[in-house]
């Protein structure tokens, strides 16, 4: 059902896909949207203030195994989205995974088989795979 999920996605976009067509336009409007989500991620932090960010180097014990680290690192924020800045930041997501399935079309990848791909990777090499 998944995969039918993410192929229907796929054609969806192929169909909509009509100005961008060049792979150019395709690669500036995915870099413009990634640029998007990050800038929105940032105003929920200085301009709402419903997230924040506290970040300090963490101390890491030199006898620390692969597997320890996990528990030494976090993601630095602190609070939660609040429904408008979920909304903003969703949006340019969306529009993220639009332009990222648009390149899939016009290289002929299937995005459904990239994504069975990283997790048969990400599941054998598991804490191996340090990303």
Do not use: W
Request: aromatic residues 6%; contains cysteine; charged residues 25%.
């Amino acid at each position: 059902m998944k995969d039918l999920i993410c192929d229907e996605f796929q054609n969806t976009v192929a169909e909509l896909l009509i100005r961008h067509h060049s792979i150019l336009d395709v690669l500036s409007k995915l870099q413009e949207a990634c640029a998007r989500v990050h800038r929105a991620t940032a105003k929920s932090v200085t301009g709402c203030g419903c997230i924040s960010i506290e970040a300090k180097k963490k101390q890491i014990p030199p006898d620390a195994s692969l597997l320890d680290l996990k528990n030494y690192f976090e993601s630095h924020l602190k609070g939660q989205l609040c429904p408008n800045c979920r909304e903003i930041i969703e949006t340019e997501i969306g529009k993220t995974l639009f332009y990222l399935t648009a390149l899939c079309n016009l290289l002929d990848l299937n995005l459904y088989d990239i994504f069975l791909k990283e997790h048969k990777k990400l599941s054998t090499l598991r804490v191996f795979n340090l990303t």
